[in-house]
Structure formats: C-alpha cells, structure tokens
C-alpha cells in the first residue's frame, strides 16, 4: 500500500510562488512515473505535470509548462512542484498520484494513476 500526503499549499497573490511537496510512504517510488493533477470545484480534474522515475524525463499541462517544474528527490521518495508566476486560474487543489506501472499509456491520462494524495489546496489572489 501507498500513502501519498501532499503539502506546501496556501493563499499567495498573483505573480508568486509556491513549491508543493508530495511525501510517500508505505513503498519507494523510485522506480515510479509520478504526476500532479489539480481540480477546480465541478470541473474536471486537469493535469499538470508529471516525471520519470529517474528524475531525466518531465511532462507538462499546456497551461502551466514555463511556469511550473516537477522535480524529484527519490532518497527522500518525495516529488515535488515549484510553481512560479502564479496566476488567479491556478487556484485549485493540488493532488500527487502514482502512474500505475501496468499502464503503458500517455503520462497525462488520469485513469493511468493508481495512488492518490488527499490534496492540498492552492489560492492565488489577484
């Protein structure tokens, strides 16, 4: 069993940043596809980013790529989302999940992921 607990969410004004962490336990998760995906209140849960078990290889939302990087520190088994230049539209909560690893598909594809966190919240004033 895996237990993903998201943290680093809070309220930051237009233009700033944050950097989200998402803690495993339970297993290692280095040789895992791990992605982050956010979800405004009754709308459809967007991806955001996603990276390799080894850190090399990195995937991004249309929205968010420039601005945001997901990076990894497996001795830790944390993952983890700087995001800069917030804007009021990246307000949403913030969940971590692991890519199942019988999936072979697209790393931004929801169904593909098998653990979740509880999800942290983000709010970006204007």
């Known amino acids: 069993q895996v237990q993903l607990v998201e943290a680093g969410g809070g309220l930051v004004q237009d233009g700033g940043s944050l950097r989200l962490s998402c803690a495993a336990s339970g297993r290692t998760l280095s040789s895992d596809v791990m992605g982050w995906f956010r979800q405004v209140p009754g709308k459809d849960p967007e991806f955001v980013a996603a990276i390799g078990w080894s850190g090399a290889n990195t995937y991004y939302g249309d929205s968010v790529k420039g601005r945001f990087t997901i990076s990894r520190d497996n001795a830790k088994n944390t993952v983890y989302l700087q995001m800069n230049s917030l804007k009021p539209e990246d307000t949403a909560v913030y969940y971590c999940?692991?890519?199942?690893?019988?999936?072979?598909?697209?790393?931004?594809?929801?169904?593909?992921?098998?653990?979740w966190g509880q999800g942290t919240q983000v709010t970006v004033s204007s």
């Open positions: 999940a692991r890519r199942s690893a019988h999936y072979i598909g697209s790393w931004s594809y929801i169904g593909g992921y098998d653990y």
